[in-house]
């Protein structure tokens, strides 16, 4: 049920975030999503992507520490309050969310929340208890493309 | 040891004519200087005899006050070193016995601990007059009043001058150092003529003055007596200009006393080492031979009448230059140049003694964070600043933003603790800090301080 997104570390000056999404397109895996936290100092890029493992070693090789953490994907109605409902389960389950970010599909009337908690394992169970949607990876793809 | 082999200042009529404090001693001819020296230098060799390290050294060379006949024979005495007295720690130094001491101060060293001075009364009382000197020297009257902004503490700026000040009898604010605000209303309330600090903290102070509306030229400070760092002339035109004041340059290092080692008359063309005190050397640190004359070098002091911790050869690891031409101002002492450089890799930042190898130290307490580091030491305003760039290593790197600034903090904190110095940390990737086949280049100092 969970996700493996890929982060890596930038310093937080031109060009920067263009190098490694090259060495990805180069190696011709498709970025399903991203997300980038950053300082006046560094970045964070966070990457949700086809093959997770083939995109880790062709940014390893190029140079780039990547981290792999486990995510949370959850679908929800791509509408107003759709965000707000999935985010009012999560707050009542007394869930701590480290940071999320979201993407709609191209094709139907679903959005997709990545969510990276701090126990997704109870997490996920939270949410299926609420009758929310988990989205395996599989599924994404699916759904993705 | 008998009293009588020692400097007695109340012989001596001391006062502020002609920037003279002790006129007598201060206006020596070069050959009365010399024929001290070398007869001060023979009682050293008799009293550092019960110093272990010297000791050893003297009974294996069969060196006594007898080996010395001039003062070209100091180089029949061996160095020491830093590392000799912290080797040492604290006191395998000390010529007198423990109970004989009358102050101790502290210099930073590369473990973060600091390297004891140990002081007997009549050590504090040559200091005294040292700076008296130097400060006499540069124009201060017992009508003055002085306004010292350095640290009091371990470190001797602070207690050296206000000590000396005292001497001479003008009148002490020991504000001591930092609180800009703080100093500008006791300046604007007690119109001191004198400041003391670091040339840089002067920039600060004039910084201050302007940030809260006032002109700094119209601050009552009209002399300015600055050390504890390295300054270049291009500094003192500024520190001049924008507090309309006469800059004075001084020198000295905890290991030998402190500030009083040599300091500018009114000449400023060169600081006048108190050569009664001190027998300076100037040599090439790679063969240990004297430099020719004029050239810049290393030096190396023998202090010739500290009680306590009488040092002999000590490498300094400052470079200048000596100037032994009689000065306009009357004196008879060699001159030295401002520090320009080091053959050491020490840095010295707002004042504050650090090592390259402290840093690697408090880095070595955070995982990951070594082998891949630069230090960059820059002066972008007034004050020095340290970046210290940490390459991310994969057991560093976490996905999450808080864990990343805790690590940015942490590393921080800990060269706050080994090396007293706040440090900007910055995180950059991998394989971007350059590699060095042999030795590392650890530190980029942008300052440009040899000018």
């Known amino acids: 049920m969970k996700l493996q997104q890929l982060s890596l570390f930038l310093e937080n000056r031109p060009g920067r975030l263009g190098a490694p999404l090259e060495t990805i397109a180069k190696a011709g895996i498709n970025i399903l999503t991203l997300s980038l936290a950053d300082t006046a100092q560094f970045g964070i890029l966070r990457l949700i992507v086809r093959d997770w493992d083939q995109a880790k070693a062709v940014l390893e090789d190029a140079g780039w520490v990547v981290n792999l953490t486990e995510v949370v994907a959850v679908d929800v109605l791509d509408r107003p309050g759709g965000l707000a409902a999935a985010l009012a389960v999560l707050e009542g389950a007394g869930l701590n969310i480290e940071y999320m970010y979201a993407f709609s599909l191209r094709r139907g009337d679903k959005a997709i929340l990545i969510f990276r908690f701090e126990d997704p394992d109870r997490a996920i169970k939270v949410l299926l208890d609420q009758g929310l949607h988990v989205v395996d990876g599989e599924e994404l793809l699916n759904l993705a493309s | ?451």
């Not at chain 2, 990737?429 to 650890?442: D, I, Q, Y």
Request: proline share 6%.
């Open chain 2, 1 to 451: 040891m008998s009293p009588q082999s020692h400097p007695s200042h109340h012989a001596h009529q001391h006062g502020t004519e002609q920037g003279l404090w002790d006129p007598e001693a201060e206006t020596r001819s070069r050959d009365a200087i010399e024929a001290l020296q070398i007869e001060r230098l023979r009682t050293l060799v008799a009293r550092v005899a019960q110093v272990p390290f010297y000791r050893d050294h003297f009974v294996h060379r069969e060196i006594g006050p007898h080996s010395i006949r001039s003062l070209a024979d100091v180089r029949r005495l061996p160095l020491t070193t830093k590392d000799d007295l912290r080797r040492q720690h604290p006191f395998g130094f000390l010529a007198v016995p423990r109970r004989a001491l009358a102050r101790i101060h502290g210099s930073s060293g590369t473990t973060g601990r600091p390297t004891f001075v140990a002081y007997t009364a009549r050590d504090l009382e040559t200091w005294s007059h040292l700076c008296a000197r130097f400060l006499v020297a540069g124009g201060l009257k017992p009508e003055h009043t002085v306004q010292i902004a350095f640290g009091y503490g371990l470190f001797t700026g602070g207690f050296g001058l206000h000590y000396g000040i005292e001497r001479v009898g003008a009148a002490i604010i020991p504000a001591a150092a930092g609180n800009t605000r703080r100093q500008l209303e006791i300046m604007r309330d007690l119109d001191p003529e004198v400041l003391i600090c670091t040339p840089s903290y002067a920039l600060t102070i004039a910084d201050g003055a302007r940030e809260l509306g006032i002109d700094p030229r119209t601050l009552p400070i009209r002399t300015g007596h600055f050390g504890g760092e390295p300054w270049t002339e291009d500094m003192r035109c500024e520190i001049e200009e924008q507090l309309d004041i006469t800059a004075f340059n001084n020198y000295g290092l905890s290991e030998v006393i402190g500030p009083g080692v040599s300091g500018e008359c009114s000449a400023r063309t060169g600081m006048h080492i108190q050569e009664d005190h001190f027998l300076v050397e100037c040599l090439d640190p790679e063969s240990l031979e004297p430099v020719a004359e004029g050239e810049a070098g290393e030096l190396v002091i023998t202090t010739l009448t500290r009680e306590a911790m009488p040092l002999i050869r000590y490498r300094t690891r400052d470079i200048a230059r000596l100037d032994r031409q009689p000065c306009a101002c009357g004196r008879g002492t060699a001159r030295m140049s401002r520090v320009t450089g080091r053959t050491d890799d020490l840095l010295i930042i707002r004042g504050v003694n650090v090592f390259p190898s402290q840093i690697e130290e408090a880095l070595l307490r955070v995982e990951g964070t070594t082998p891949h580091y630069l230090i960059e030491v820059s002066r972008p305003g007034r004050l020095d600043e340290v970046h210290v760039k940490v390459e991310i290593r994969p057991e560093l790197f976490s996905d999450r933003m808080d864990r990343m600034q805790t690590l940015c903090e942490r590393i921080s904190r800990e060269i706050q603790a080994v090396a007293g110095i706040r440090a900007h940390v910055d995180l950059v990737e991998p394989r971007s800090l350059e590699r060095f086949v042999g030795k590392a280049k650890r530190v980029l100092d942008r300052r440009n301080l040899g000018a």
